[in-house]
């Protein structure tokens, strides 16, 4: 799904296609345009209400319903149905009213267009029955006639009813407004900076297949499809830039482009046509992390340096990438995005996991938007539950008139029943604020919980999995999947390791008796310069502190290392932390600072 969709589809219902024919009759009409919803329905119903009109002018005028002659009958029903499409015209039109007053006053003002998109259907009902409500009474008593000696009574009941359905239709308005600006403003706090950097990302990697297919230097992005990426090596598929199209191997060993991903990849004649297929690319590409790794592999190798062919060592600047973006800027901007060392140059390997991780980005995007509306919708259909009890009551109040000695009679009852669901408003009303107020965590983060949480209650790691209104759903790095209710996570202390950013670890160490300040200068020095030049991922520096003697024949001590970005990413925190501690232990023993092993002295 594209990203450019995420802001039309965030509070889209999740409702599958219409299999029926009228669901589809349905949905063919509200995708319609105006014009033919004009001919197809306002026309024609409006020619059947005018039978009652023309019955009463012209075949008998003796003809009363309620008190009022046929034909003035006819003209209300013919009043109710303008009155109903005079709703959806304002209904439609006050989007855009609402968005330039908001224009005028700030500059978020998108916010309150798609919200007044998304409430058109209650503004609409609302104000339809506001017009049947003011035309009721009003209208009923100016074309009665005087000599009508019925029963009116029932005037009195069907105003009460269209009171009662009036104030519940304005209650479902207020509570859709309410839901609508607390989904868009946790939307716009929560997920529009990630969409936009995440799109920024995704175009930027198809202005790179763009620049791949344009240059005839440079082999084709599709390979074949029969041989396998994997065990291709950078220096194999650069090509000489000095040689021409005509008689490079590019072209004798790929006479025609083939397929990569599914998606035929080569030179067209339009730019359209261009991006259009490598966006195709890109984002089939992204779905998995292996064809991503893949597609990695070839973009970065189309900015190998002339003559040079790229080799485990190269790394690449931003000026090696510019001549793919329209500027400079554009060039250093992109190529942030997929430093996230920020040393200013970019590996292999870091390239490609710089791509996994912008399609992972938009899987739990995707993710964290379907629980969104999830959420959103539970959330709509109980504030509709408690309106549709509220006007019940209130129609019953206002009919009967009796009721309210026994609704009174029946309040004391109700409180002291209270306790009976009192904890679960209690815990609905948790739930709500820590899923849109507090929101530590989104689908997709490595989280730590701290307190009573893990296998034994001293706190775990999980990942997100699921986020719903009442519980979470968590993947441990086993594969157990574990749900929590959310009123309980709301009393417990969660590190998020996305939004934590640039962090440090602890690593106790232990050395051997007799190390001296001098020694652990030395062994700090070493270790500090293979974090220099064989580990990208830790900043040049680090701590190293004594804590204690073990036995006086071993001084513990713990070693700071710093993180030159977020460990979102498990797998390769695990990596870095693996290759820092064999590194450790290779320093110490070259410095002859080796821990001996504790002597064990059995009793008897």
């Known amino acids: 799904m594209e990203l450019n969709d995420f802001n039309e589809r965030i509070f889209r219902s999740s409702a599958d296609a219409p299999s029926t024919k009228a669901g589809k009759l349905r949905r063919m009409l509200e995708s319609a345009g105006a014009k033919l919803r004009w001919v197809v329905i306002v026309m024609p119903v409006?020619?059947?209400?005018?039978?009652?009109?023309?019955?009463?002018?012209?075949?008998?005028?003796?003809?009363?319903?309620?008190?009022?002659?046929?034909?003035?009958?006819?003209?209300?029903?013919?009043?109710?149905?303008?009155?109903?499409?005079?709703?959806?015209?304002?209904?439609?039109?006050?989007?855009?009213?609402?968005?330039?007053i908001a224009g005028t006053f700030t500059n978020n003002y998108r916010k309150w267009e798609e919200m007044g998109k998304r409430v058109e259907v209650p503004t609409a009902l609302f104000l339809w029955f506001v017009g049947i409500k003011l035309s009721f009474v009003g209208y009923w008593h100016k074309f009665t006639i005087t000599t009508y000696t019925g029963s009116t009574a029932w005037r009195r009941t069907a105003d009460s009813i269209l009171l009662s359905i009036l104030t519940g239709l304005m209650l479902n308005l207020l509570a859709k407004i309410l839901v609508q600006i607390i989904a868009i403003k946790f939307h716009y706090r929560t997920y529009s900076e990630r969409i936009e950097l995440n799109k920024l990302a995704v175009s930027s990697l198809i202005k790179i297949c763009i620049y791949c297919s344009q240059d005839p230097t440079i082999v084709p992005l599709a390979e074949s499809s029969t041989s396998n990426s994997s065990q291709s090596t950078p220096g194999t598929i650069q090509i000489n830039a000095t040689q021409s199209p005509a008689s490079s191997p590019t072209t004798q060993a790929y006479p025609s482009y083939t397929p990569f991903m599914g998606v035929s990849f080569g030179p067209s004649k339009s730019k359209l046509g261009n991006r259009k297929r490598a966006q195709a690319q890109v984002l089939e590409a992204l779905k998995t992390s292996k064809s991503t790794r893949?597609?990695?592999?070839?973009?970065?190798?189309?900015?190998?340096?002339?003559?040079?062919?790229?080799g485990s060592e190269t790394v690449l600047e931003w000026m090696n990438m510019s001549p793919a973006f329209d500027s400079d800027e554009e060039a250093a901007c992109a190529f942030e995005l997929f430093d996230k060392e920020a040393n200013g140059n970019l590996s292999l390997e870091e390239f490609a996991e710089a791509c996994v991780a912008v399609g992972l980005e938009r899987k739990h995007i995707n993710s964290s938007l379907q629980d969104l509306d999830e959420v959103v919708g539970k959330l709509d259909k109980i504030f509709e539950s408690l309106c549709f009890l509220l006007t019940l009551v209130g129609a019953i109040t206002l009919l009967l008139t009796e009721t309210i000695g026994i609704f009174a009679s029946l309040a004391g009852t109700l409180v002291a029943c209270s306790w009976l669901c009192a904890a679960s408003a209690q815990d609905f009303f948790q739930s709500v604020v820590f899923v849109f107020i507090k929101h530590p965590y989104d689908v997709g983060d490595r989280i730590y919980v701290y307190g009573n949480a893990g296998h034994s209650l001293q706190g775990d790691e999980f990942f997100v999995k699921k986020v719903s209104l009442l519980y979470t759903e968590f993947r441990k790095l086993e594969g157990l999947v574990v749900q929590a209710p959310n009123n309980y996570i709301n009393t417990l202390f969660i590190m998020n390791a996305r939004r934590s950013g640039k962090v440090a670890e602890t690593i106790p160490f232990r050395?051997?008796?007799?190390?001296?300040?001098?020694?652990?200068?030395?062994?700090?020095?070493?270790?500090?310069?293979?974090?220099?030049?064989?580990?990208?991922?830790?900043?040049?520096?680090?701590?190293?502190?004594?804590?204690?003697?073990?036995?006086?024949?071993?001084?513990?001590?713990?070693?700071?290392?710093?993180?030159?970005?977020?460990?979102?990413?498990?797998?390769?925190?695990?990596?870095?932390?693996?290759?820092?501690?064999?590194?450790?232990?290779?320093?110490?023993?070259?410095?002859?600072?080796?821990?001996?092993?504790?002597?064990?002295?059995?009793?008897?």
């Open 46 to 100: 409006g020619a059947l209400l005018m039978i009652p009109i023309l019955c009463g002018m012209f075949i008998d005028q003796r003809i009363l319903i309620g008190g009022i002659r046929l034909q003035w009958f006819g003209v209300w029903l013919e009043l109710l149905w303008i009155s109903l499409w005079a709703g959806l015209a304002i209904a439609k039109v006050t989007p855009y009213i609402s968005s330039t």
């Open 294 to 310: 893949d597609l990695a592999r070839r973009l970065y190798r189309s900015f190998a340096l002339e003559g040079k062919p790229l």
């Open 511 to 604: 050395l051997r008796e007799g190390t001296t300040a001098e020694d652990i200068d030395r062994f700090k020095q070493r270790a500090l310069d293979y974090v220099t030049a064989k580990q990208p991922g830790f900043k040049p520096n680090l701590f190293i502190e004594a804590l204690k003697l073990d036995d006086t024949n071993q001084v513990s001590v713990n070693i700071v290392i710093f993180y030159k970005s977020q460990v979102q990413n498990e797998r390769v925190r695990m990596q870095r932390r693996n290759n820092i501690l064999c590194a450790l232990m290779r320093c110490a023993k070259d410095e002859g600072l080796e821990a001996s092993p504790v002597n064990v002295v059995r009793s008897g």
